[in-house]
């Protein structure tokens, strides 16, 4: 497995690329491992040495088998834990274009869904607070902070 970047003031770098095509959103349920059960953008950690737009590519292909376009980066997310020193810095980026077609891989399995259908109920707690800003073209500055995944203690967001 390739070492993970963090950063010196103990920061992990992570990216989350959502892929619009107008009218839906294509999110992945995540099928193992920090999240499992729970649709989201697809993104994870930079490797050391990566850039977060080489990441955020990288990722992309892996999760959901396509190789996106240009990429527009709409918000950085701050998300704490109880318990849990390292804090996660999540570069979130949109994409419009794409080659490829959506397909299932060991870690996610790719769904549309309309923009006034996104199944809110089955994500993560802090995506109301932030995604559907993002939706309406604004760029976000969040901070969240959770007790454990499924309880979201404080939230602050700033739109730009």
């Given at each position: 497995?390739?070492?993970?970047?963090?950063?010196?003031?103990?920061?992990?770098?992570?990216?989350?690329?959502?892929?619009?095509?107008?009218?839906?959103?294509?999110?992945?349920?995540?099928?193992?491992?920090?999240?499992?059960?729970?649709?989201?953008?697809?993104?994870?950690?930079?490797?050391?040495?990566?850039?977060?737009?080489?990441?955020?590519?990288?990722?992309?292909?892996?999760?959901?088998?396509?190789?996106?376009?240009?990429?527009?980066?709409?918000?950085?997310?701050?998300?704490?834990?109880?318990?849990?020193?390292?804090?996660?810095?999540?570069?979130?980026?949109?994409?419009?274009?794409?080659?490829?077609?959506?397909?299932?891989?060991?870690?996610?399995?790719?769904?549309?869904?309309a923009l006034d259908a996104i199944?809110?109920?089955?994500?993560?707690?802090?995506?109301?607070?932030?995604?559907?800003?993002?939706?309406?073209?604004?760029?976000?500055?969040?901070?969240?902070?959770?007790?454990?995944?499924?309880?979201?203690?404080?939230?602050?967001?700033?739109?730009?």
């Open positions: 497995m390739p070492e993970m970047y963090t950063t010196s003031m103990g920061k992990r770098l992570l990216t989350l690329v959502l892929l619009l095509d107008g009218k839906r959103i294509l999110l992945g349920m995540k099928k193992r491992g920090f999240g499992a059960g729970r649709w989201n953008g697809f993104g994870g950690k930079l490797e050391l040495g990566e850039s977060i737009d080489a990441a955020a590519r990288r990722e992309v292909a892996e999760e959901a088998g396509v190789i996106v376009g240009e990429l527009t980066e709409v918000g950085v997310l701050t998300f704490s834990f109880d318990g849990q020193e390292e804090v996660f810095e999540v570069h979130v980026f949109t994409a419009t274009s794409w080659e490829g077609t959506p397909s299932e891989s060991s870690e996610m399995r790719p769904e549309w869904f199944p809110y109920n089955t994500m993560w707690l802090d995506d109301p607070y932030w995604l559907p800003l993002v939706l309406k073209g604004k760029s976000v500055h969040g901070t969240f902070h959770f007790k454990d995944q499924q309880h979201l203690v404080s939230h602050h967001v700033e739109v730009e």
